[in-house]
């Protein structure tokens, strides 16, 4: 494979909060290649979107910031790149849309000059070109009568429909990589089937690369080719959705496909019981420490596990998982 | 064009547009009405009034002192040197809604500017500019403009001056505090994310989301600007070469016991006017409030 398009290598974050200084992100590495899509899978508050901000170079200010590790985009570091770059990249070749379409909008405009302001920024577009590509993109994400509903505002549109102008507005500029944070949580299921195959139709037609954060088992397995499950701020395991699936090699990837449903029955004939992860996530204080952190919530914890934290272990299709006993799995 | 269905959805469209709807709630309001009526009254007034009304304010037209309806030629009365009251009162208007406006349009201003940078950058800004506003808060405000109106001479942009710098702090603490809440919002961060610049998000992106308790501070503004000019015309502290409403009580009010009505008339005009402005200012908090929609 030739050079991925986005490479992120033991990547640190660190929150100071009044307890101290956490990592919230802890030796997190992973890429991204040409039109692929990955997702982030775990639990809320595991990091999945400081990683999101951190490659966007959004961290809260004064409060996150990346201690170690290095993120490339196409080569470049964007970890020392300046704030005038980076404000480049964002929109332009990196873009990203949010959970909640509801309030993702500013409310004071409509959403033609919304998704034209972006253009008129990066591309340098006038306004009436601007415009008229705006009406555009509304059509290329299926918003019926777009010509119309350009002039409109975010209130006169349903959740599903803002959401559909977030995407078009995260596109306008042909980014490289386009990250979508839990984009369908905030809707119900029947739109997010339809934003999905929208994501879906968009990846095929125009290439971008997606990076997809969610919590949804079912939505992974419907869209990405790999996946990267977190656990309290460090990788869990990594590898291809189907392969993982089949076999997760890490006790936590394990009990989070068993709490999904139709997965289970498409996989097996017989009915299972719906299990749960016991336990809660351990608090901030307790990230960074040399030892497992899922060990409090695992059934196969030994020793080794509260002693050291466990290394990487490597499979041959492409699977890893940070476990110390990935290979009884 | 002639779909019922799609003129019915064309009328909804329209009805809720943010400006219909505000209006829809000021209209609820009837104090608030009534009061905008009798305020473009006023400003009509201050427009065309002196050209309509022809009479001089300066002229001594009549014996001093002519009570309201003794003579016809001049329904409000002389005042102490025989000046027609209605004509003073007239050409007052202007001056006293012209320096309300302006004097709102400063505070305004610099209070907008200096709680615009403290709530979007926070930090030592913040810490500076906030220190800075606390002072000007502590200053007491009809001495502070006095002492810049004596220092500077009495001109009007010297009063507009004077009363903006002392009565912007309010603005300031409003537009920060708005700043604080909508930098948090998604929609700042969604802009930020498609590459805006610090300029254009606070005075593009945030900014007008701010805009609603503003304007209704700054309504309020221009009610407490005028009667700030009234005070210092009182005090005699004013420009002697135009006529305001305060001027007038001012220089009339050592005949206060033997001629009330001098007094007592541009005081009713200052009184109607703020009135009617608080009022509006009401009203626009109404519409514009989203926490009274409700009722």
């Given at each position: 494979m030739t050079e991925p398009l986005l490479k992120v290598e033991n990547l640190r974050i660190e929150l100071t909060t009044r307890a101290g200084v956490t990592p919230v992100i802890d030796n997190l590495s992973f890429e991204l290649g040409h039109g692929e899509n990955i997702s982030f899978v775990g639990e809320s508050g595991c990091g999945k979107s400081m990683t999101a901000l951190s490659i966007m170079g959004l961290l809260p200010e004064g409060v996150g910031r990346i201690a170690s590790g290095s993120i490339q985009f196409h080569g470049e570091e964007?970890?020392?790149?300046s704030t005038e770059r980076l404000r480049d990249i964002r929109g332009n070749e990196i873009s990203m849309i949010f959970q909640e379409p509801m309030t993702s909008l500013n409310p004071v405009y409509t959403v033609g000059e919304q998704i034209a302001e972006v253009l008129r920024a990066h591309q340098g577009l006038s306004k009436k070109a601007a415009w008229d590509m705006a009406a555009e993109l509304l059509d290329a994400v299926r918003i019926p009568n777009a010509k119309s509903r350009v002039g409109d505002y975010p209130f006169q549109m349903s959740g599903g429909q803002r959401q559909r102008v977030m995407i078009a507005m995260a596109l306008a500029c042909k980014p490289k990589i386009l990250i979508a944070d839990e984009p369908t949580t905030a809707l119900d299921v029947t739109v997010q089937a339809q934003i999905f195959d929208l994501l879906r139709d968009l990846r095929r037609n125009t290439g971008t690369s997606i990076i997809m954060i969610t919590h949804d088992m079912g939505a992974v397995a419907e869209m990405a080719e790999r996946m990267i499950v977190m656990y309290a701020g460090r990788n869990a395991e990594i590898g291809p959705v189907d392969q993982i699936i089949d076999r997760p090699r890490h006790p936590y990837t394990k009990g989070l496909i068993s709490c999904v449903p139709h997965i289970v029955a498409n996989l097996t004939e017989e009915r299972h019981d719906l299990t749960e992860v016991p336990g809660i996530v351990p608090s901030l204080q307790e990230f960074g420490k040399n030892r497992c952190l899922f060990a409090s919530r695992c059934n196969l914890r030994t020793d080794e596990c509260l002693r050291e934290r466990p290394p990487a272990r490597e499979f041959e299709n492409g699977q890893k998982a940070d476990c110390w006993h990935a290979e009884e799995l | 064009m002639s779909d019922p269905v799609t003129v019915l959805e064309e009328e909804i469209e329209k009805a809720r547009h943010p400006f219909t709807e505000a209006w829809e709630m000021f209209r609820r309001n009837h104090a608030a009405l009534v009061a905008l009526v009798v305020l473009t009254g006023v400003v009509i007034m201050a427009i065309i009034g002196p050209a309509l009304y022809g009479r001089d304010p300066y002229d001594m037209v009549w014996t001093p002192f002519t009570r309201p309806g003794e003579n016809w030629d001049f329904i409000l009365g002389t005042d102490y040197l025989g000046r027609d009251l209605l004509a003073m009162i007239i050409s007052g208007t202007r001056v006293s809604i012209i320096i309300g406006l302006a004097a709102a349009f400063v505070s305004v201003f610099i209070g907008v500017t200096v709680g615009a940078l403290v709530g979007f950058y926070r930090g030592w800004v913040e810490e500076v500019l906030m220190r800075f506003t606390e002072f000007f808060q502590v200053l007491p405000t009809l001495l502070f403009s006095m002492v810049i109106v004596a220092l500077f001479g009495a001109s009007l942009p010297m009063i507009v001056l004077a009363i903006g710098v002392v009565s912007w702090t309010a603005v300031a603490r409003i537009t920060r505090a708005e700043f604080l809440r909508i930098r948090e919002l998604e929609y700042v961060t969604a802009s930020r994310a498609s590459g805006a610049r610090n300029g254009k998000l606070m005075f593009r992106v945030i900014l007008p989301n701010a805009l609603p308790p503003i304007i209704v501070q700054s309504a309020l503004m221009v009610g407490s600007a005028i009667l700030f000019e009234a005070g210092l015309a009182f005090l005699g502290l004013t420009d002697p070469n135009v006529v305001s409403w305060g001027q007038i009580i001012g220089s009339n009010r050592t005949y206060f016991l033997d001629a009330s009505f001098t007094v007592t008339i541009p005081g009713v005009a200052i009184f109607v006017t703020v009135l009617c402005i608080s009022l509006v200012g009401d009203g626009l908090n109404d519409a514009l409030n989203p926490k009274l929609r409700a009722r």
């Open positions: 964007l970890t020392t790149a | -």
